[in-house]
């Protein structure tokens, strides 16, 4: 499991007091080659935060050695001085572990705004430098936590001895302010930083991509793929996608189960769509509604909700000719009333919507939480 | 005040059954003329409700006699059965009140997929014509209430001697699951019905379009504007939109303020756009965010999450150098911290947000709510 499931790895998470708490709060995942590729894909927000703005540059050549993560603050809006503080952690990993700074990725989460505590971490830094271990990667998961309530790991090993191993924190952007997603995968397959970068962005695209827990969007969101190359073996690019695609995936449906006040995992499912990108359009206009969201907390099976999201997007359709599902219920034909909604059951955890746009091959699933009460209670009281 | 406050209008509002507890719910409006002028918008929602398909029909020519709305089912995904539901009203108006069918605009509102009773409809066609009259509008107002907790109505009366009234019901998406925003503007001015037709976009432009208190976006919104010409004036066309504009400005503003759930009235001021689409674009990013939301209700100056939203649109600005206040005060400089936030009160139901792009001289304001409690509950609680 986790960053250290693949050969070449070493890890650590220790706690560096920018948590109040005293939880570990400082990880560091370090390659030991003999591979250095890599590859990352960071948030679309335009307004990045300053470790987002540094390892941009640092994945530019396709080559990372460390990774060096904190939860505690996000490192976002917080000036040129916030800029200098990635540039030190960066530094510091480098000069601890013999390493070009320009091969180091760094990854905050936390209230955008207030200074992270620059002294505080780098020490952090030296202590998880001298705790990196083979082992290493459970503590590594833990240290990026923030309100999620357990670590996320995943790995997939493939019969022809290679393995993708993963950690992720966050919930879309539902948990509360923290508002990040950051995912560090590694693997010991010999895969050049193309490939990677390949590999990775499809995986994403349907997985992470599709989770929109409550529509916002972060400004430190990243997902970064790095390669040892330790196991010797080059993999079939197919096999090794799939197996990158299994990890998000996996990491994903965990995050989207413990996205914090949620009491629902929604999948919404769309069919018969012109292309696959009308149809995330569409799923993810109705993962987006409030009013849906909230109905599926009261277990009310209000497909009009539905409909009126569907209605709001460019997708082609004919609004006179729409099925929908719940629960494998169709509870609309061609726009109409069908089965009743009665005996639909929406008291499990896991709600499936499908709709049916009957206008095209093209499908997608699109994943999302319902809007509860305590969403609202923990994205009122966070910060204050 | 209201839709009678116009000289040529008579109106009346009764209970038909169609709501379970017995209150009025069924709105008549006549124009007795002399003119028949008219002009309407409606929801851009590709899955439109009955009474939208046939007032898109109803209003084509530019006139209209009268206007019936229900209250107690939105008409909305009902079938072939829905849509006979809807031309039956307008012939029954008709009938009674010997008009042309074509010239009865038919406006519905509750939940969806639910048939309406047609008969108890009918039947509540035939009470109102009998009790309209010229005081009626107050009777009217009443009768198109859902869940608002008053009933909305404004005029404003020229010193030339013409008036423009209306009455409206909703509060865009918010009030629960009900989800239509209806307004019914009159007035005794002589104009022609391209130039209401021009008078209205313009005032819906900057009034209920900039009302976006949950994101979602209903399936059956109208807001219809009739003349009857009885004042015998032709107005000037600027003061006549003026008119117009502050009639709409009045009634979006108290559905902002009777939005169920809502804790906060947030206007988002977006100063130093390139264009005032750009500016109406970065508004309501900020107020479709559920975090910066939910945080308003926490009385939590979280000015990262308006960062965050902001960062989302494509309008153009330097995301190094932007401007936030809240309440007047500027907690951000150039996207780095500026003034403290602690001493901001968010405690007052009004909640002034300014955003400076620096890349323009267009402005825009959106109006929201903020993410309750209540708000979660009344729309998981709604139909059950």
Redesign the interface.
Known sequence: MSVTAAKGFRAAGVPAGLKSTGAPDVALVLNDGPSDAAAAVFT?????ANPVLWSERAIADGRLRAVVLNSGG?N????AEGFQTTHATAEEVARLNSVDPLDVLVCSTG????PLPREKLLAGVADATAKLSAEGGEHAAEAIRTTDTVAKQASVTSPHGWTVGGMAKGAG?LAP?L?TMLVVLTTDADVDSPALDSALRSATRITFDRLDS??????NDTVVLVSSGASGMTPDPFEFTAAVTAVCQDLALQLLADAEGADHEIAIEVLGAVSETEAVEVGRSVA????FK??I????A????I???????AATFD?AD?DVAMNGVWV?R????AESPEGIDLSGRQVGVTIDLKSGPATATVWTND???A???E??????
Request: hydrophobic share 30%; net charge positive.
């Open positions: 679309s927000n335009r307004c990045k996000a976002c809006y917080t000036g209230l955008i705004g207030p952007m302010a508002a409550d529509g916002c969007q972060s400004t987006r509604s409030n009013l909230a109905a907390f009261g277990q009310d209000n497909w009009g909700r409909l009126a999201s569907v209605g709001t997007t609004p729409l609309c061609k726009s109409a009333p809007l509860t009460h969403y609202v209670h994205n009122s009281a966070y910060s204050s």
